[in-house]
């Protein structure tokens, strides 16, 4: 079964940019400083993955882009 939402690759080093420009104030970093992504409350802008500054974000769309 394929999940949805934020994948957070092993480089990511909690910088925080995802959840500071998030613009629906849904990313939160959890105590080891990753991205956690309340994904029923997300819009799948992309922000997050575009922004990252070292490609540690991938969004797993809960829908097909065409």
Not at 31 to 55: D, Q, T
């Amino acid at each position: 079964m394929k999940r949805y939402g934020l994948v957070v690759k092993e480089v990511c080093n909690g910088c925080g940019i995802c959840e500071e420009l998030c613009p629906m104030d849904c990313i939160r970093l959890n105590e080891e400083g990753k991205p956690l992504l309340a994904y029923n409350e997300c819009w799948y802008c992309g922000v997050c993955e575009v922004e990252c500054p070292i490609g540690a974000l991938r969004i797993n769309l809960p829908f097909e882009v065409s």
